[in-house]
């Protein structure tokens, strides 16, 4: 029964979209450590060696040849966790100093910082508060759509609480809020295309319990987006029925279907159009695969308006050569965001974002990780692709420290 509620509140999570993410550094995919009861601080240090072939976001067949460079990174990083009986705590800073072997003008910080509450009051209600801020150097770092890829720095935000009550043992809503905010550096040449702006969203789940394995029920958002240059903000509304179900002890289902309709503006047409949903994952000890698919209407922080959204996502973790100590952990997204609002200067946009890690604990102190990454964008336009890779390897120092 238990676990039902939780792949209804992690469908909540998916019927988001998803907070604002960014990460600069491939590597360190490691599980999460498992805290013990207490305090526990875990200080990080590592060290990368990174070749990226498109510094500059150049598109296809531009100065390609003066366009690379090696850059080394250096990222301290610190993690704070109170494990309680009934209450989880969590915060924590990561910092990569990106240091140019050639381009030394592009050194710069890319900066994270997360803190995050989670109480359980009664068997039948908890809740939950965290948020998130970062400071990243280039937008393909950040996990939305509708964002042209460009070497412009940005700063994202991203706050969220919800509370989850049990009403009965066939019956439980989930419900939240989310605020997310993006702002862009924006010199003159890039102004018209990364807007930044700000989301409101309140999110709500019911599910009802059919038997052990499956729970039925409906999912509700609500958007209101506010994007720099727009007259004036517009809101989406979401209705789905869903489904949540355990096809077995490692297997699960996640899925909705139902419309999204935006509301008509002085200025924009009202649209509404099917949103759709499903994920499927797998977890056991040391391995775990997920596959997804969202489409909707989203907020466009990149062009302004509104496009419809869809995304593709799938990834998997697992040990190699029988060994725990060895892994190989891959992950890829892709998103087709094409214009519903008519500003002239509003592009489709496809994005592909992949990674690979291979790693290797040496200790239960130190990873050493191998990495390759990939974006590709395109905006379906002569001159309008562009890809960027990026290989090397790096080493992880890190070790949890019990605190009285």
Known sequence: MKRIWLIAAASLTLLSGGGVGAQERMGSAAPAPAYRPGWTLTPTFGVAETYDDNISFFGRNTAEE???????????EVDLHYAGHHTQFGSGYTGSFLDYRSHSGLNRWD?????EVRREETAQIKWFAHGNAAAVPTTDLIDLGGIPFRRTGATTMDGRAGVEYVISGTNAVSTSVNYNRVDFERPDDVSAFLRGGHIFESMTAWRHKIDERMALGADYSFRRASIVGDAEP???HSTQAAIDYEI????????????????STPTIEGRTGPAWR?????????RTFHVSYLRSFIPSFGFGGTVKNEQVSVGYRTPLFNNRRFYLDNVAVFRDDQPLTDISEQLPLRSLRTYTIFGWEAQNWVRIEAFYARVDQSSLRAGGRLDRNRIGFQIVTSKPVRMP
């Open 234 to 236: 517009f809101n989406l």
């Open 248 to 263: 077995s002890p490692i297997w699960s289902l996640s899925g909705a279907g139902g419309i999204v309709y935006m509301e």
């Open 111 to 115: 900066q994270r910082g997360r803190i």
């Open 66 to 76: 003066q366009n690379d460079d090696y850059i080394a990174t250096y990222f301290p």
């Open 278 to 286: 499903i994920a499927v994952e797998r977890h056991r000890v040391g």
